[in-house]
């Protein structure tokens, strides 16, 4: 027996013992493929699905969830969440990520009293984890004091297997580039505010659009604005880069009408978590 299918016979087992489930379920590989997982093991009867609205969820990923919840016959709801409210998270430390999720169960954990149903999940899986403990995962710690459970961390299952997994399963998240809020784009110290997230969010649907006119599969390319300030910086998939001077400009173009003074395209490509470089916890 592979590890994939023990780690995946794993994830059943901890899911039935579970009874019934209300997945923190953003869109992303991760919380999909554990939501779909959930209905396997426990039926649709028995699972919903819960994604946050706020300033610091893009508005594209709003339908897709919406659908891929509907594709599974499961129950979606879209409570609002304040995180702008908590000044920890205004104030964009290196920690601000443990006041969004705290902010997020303290609104679904009632949520799921009132639809009868046992347990939060959320998505953390194995690698996560392994990050949460040299300190960059702080929404991990949030969401443990508040009883979460964590079924695909728990099972073992790494970022890898997951998309191997959901690709098994036919799910079209498999694939899905990495995803993140979009306070996660601004600079550390400098203000969460819902004009830097809009902005943020304008600019990163004016790249796509024009990657998409170059015959780009923009919905599949990874992608960041990272704001600094006045100044924003694009972080784009390497396997595209350097981009053509006149496809440069459009991009650059593009960010700046969305706001920002300055622009420029960083020549290292996307980057996973780079606002966490050069910071301490």
């Known amino acids: 027996m592979s590890d994939l299918h023990q780690r995946l016979n794993a994830l059943e087992a901890d899911l039935k013992t579970r009874g019934s489930v209300l997945v923190a379920f953003s869109g992303g590989a991760d919380s999909a493929f554990l939501l779909a997982a959930a ?7 028995n699972v919903a699905a819960a994604t946050g609205y706020s300033h610091s969820l893009p508005i594209a990923e709003r339908d897709p969830a919406a659908e891929f ?42 949520l799921a009293h009132e639809l009868g149903l046992a347990h939060v999940a959320t998505g953390t899986n194995a690698d996560d984890a392994v990050e949460g403990l040299n300190g960059l995962r702080p929404g991990i710690r949030a969401a443990a004091e508040r009883g979460a459970i964590t079924p695909l961390r728990d099972a073992g299952l790494t970022k890898s297997q997951i ?15 990495a995803a993140a809020c979009l306070s996660s784009r601004i600079a550390y110290g400098l203000e ?6 809009a902005r943020v969010e304008r600019a990163e649907q004016g790249v796509r659009s024009v990657l998409a ?47 920002f003074t300055a622009a420029e395209i960083d020549p290292r490509g996307f980057r996973s978590g780079s606002m966490n470089q050069n910071t301490s916890t």
Do not use: I
């Open 163 to 177: 998309r191997e997994a959901s690709r098994r399963w036919g799910l079209p998240t498999w694939d899905k580039p």
């Open 213 to 259: 006119a170059r015959g780009h599969d923009a919905a599949r390319v990874d992608l960041r604005v990272r704001d600094h300030g006045e100044k924003a910086t694009v972080e784009l998939s390497a396997t595209l880069l350097p981009l053509e001077p006149d496809h440069a400009d459009e991009v650059l173009k593009t960010v700046t009408d969305a706001g």
């Open 39 to 45: 209905t396997r093991a426990l039926t649709s009867t």
């Open 69 to 110: 919840a509907r594709s599974l016959g499961v129950r979606l709801v879209t409570p609002q969440t304040h995180e702008m409210e908590r000044q920890g998270y205004r104030a964009n430390g290196t920690d601000r990520c443990f006041f969004c999720k705290a902010e997020l169960l303290d609104t679904l954990l009632p």
């Open 192 to 197: 969460v505010t819902p004009r830097r997230l």
